[in-house]
C-alpha cells in the first residue's frame, strides 16, 4: 500500500519539464497552473513554427497538448516517479478550427489519482486518461487531445 499522500505543491512542474524535456524550453512552453487535476499551458505564436497556412504546425499543437497531459500527470503522480515511470500509451486529435496566433492548452485528469496509485500498489500497470481542449488568443477551441498514459513499474 502506498504511503503517498496527496501532492500539495506542484508550483515546481514546469520548471521541472522545462529543464528535463528540452522540446518544451526550445518551443518557449510556458505553465500557468499545474495541480494533480488539471494544467494549463501555453504556446506563443512564433513565425518559426508556422505551417503552411501561417500558424503553429500540427507538430507544434499536439507537443503543446502532450506536454500539458504530462504536467498534470507529473503533479499527480509525483510522489511514486521512485517506483514508476509515466509513458504515453495512445493519443488521439481532433483539428476542430485553423490554430492561429499563441495558443493555450488546458489538461484535465480523466479519474482521481488514488485510483491510479491503488491499481500500481496492486502490482498492476495501471492507465488513466488526459483530455485536452487547446484554445486560440480568443478563447476559441481549435484541438482536442485525449492522451491515454500507463505508469510503468520499475523493475
Same mark, same amino acid.
Given at each position: *500500500?502506498?504511503?503517498?499522500?496527496?501532492? $500539495?505543491?506542484?508550483?515546481? =512542474? +514546469?520548471? !521541472?519539464?522545462?529543464?528535463? #524535456?528540452?522540446?518544451?524550453?526550445?518551443?518557449?512552453?510556458?505553465?500557468?497552473?499545474?495541480?494533480?487535476?488539471?494544467?494549463?499551458?501555453?504556446?506563443?505564436?512564433?513565425?518559426?513554427?508556422?505551417?503552411?497556412?501561417?500558424?503553429?504546425?500540427?507538430? *507544434?499543437?499536439?507537443?503543446?497538448?502532450? $506536454?500539458?497531459?504530462?504536467? =498534470? +500527470?507529473? !503533479?499527480?503522480?509525483?510522489? #511514486?516517479?521512485?517506483?514508476?515511470?509515466?509513458?504515453?500509451?495512445?493519443?488521439?486529435?481532433?483539428?476542430?478550427?485553423?490554430?492561429?496566433?499563441?495558443?493555450?492548452?488546458?489538461?484535465?485528469?480523466?479519474?482521481?489519482?488514488?485510483?491510479?496509485?491503488?491499481?500500481?500498489?496492486?502490482?498492476?500497470?495501471?492507465?488513466?486518461?488526459?483530455?485536452?481542449?487547446?484554445?486560440?488568443?480568443?478563447?476559441?477551441?481549435?484541438?482536442?487531445?485525449?492522451?491515454?498514459?500507463?505508469?510503468?513499474?520499475?523493475?
Amino acid at each position: *500500500m502506498s504511503n503517498v499522500g496527496p501532492v $500539495t505543491d506542484t508550483s515546481w =512542474v +514546469g520548471a !521541472a519539464m522545462a529543464q528535463t #524535456v528540452p522540446w518544451v524550453k526550445t518551443v518557449g512552453i510556458t505553465f500557468d497552473e499545474t495541480t494533480p487535476e488539471r494544467a494549463v499551458v501555453h504556446l506563443p505564436d512564433n513565425a518559426d513554427l508556422h505551417n503552411h497556412v501561417a500558424g503553429p504546425h500540427a507538430a *507544434m499543437i499536439f507537443g503543446l497538448g502532450e $506536454t500539458a497531459s504530462g504536467a =498534470v +500527470g507529473l !503533479a499527480a503522480f509525483s510522489g #511514486v516517479m521512485d517506483r514508476a515511470t509515466p509513458l504515453v500509451v495512445r493519443s488521439e486529435i481532433h483539428y476542430t478550427r485553423l490554430a492561429k496566433g499563441p495558443l493555450t492548452a488546458v489538461a484535465e485528469m480523466g479519474r482521481p489519482a488514488g485510483e491510479v496509485i491503488a491499481e500500481l500498489d496492486a502490482g498492476e500497470r495501471p492507465e488513466f486518461t488526459v483530455s485536452v481542449r487547446i484554445t486560440d488568443a480568443d478563447d476559441r477551441e481549435t484541438t482536442r487531445l485525449t492522451v491515454v498514459w500507463t505508469l510503468r513499474p520499475n523493475r
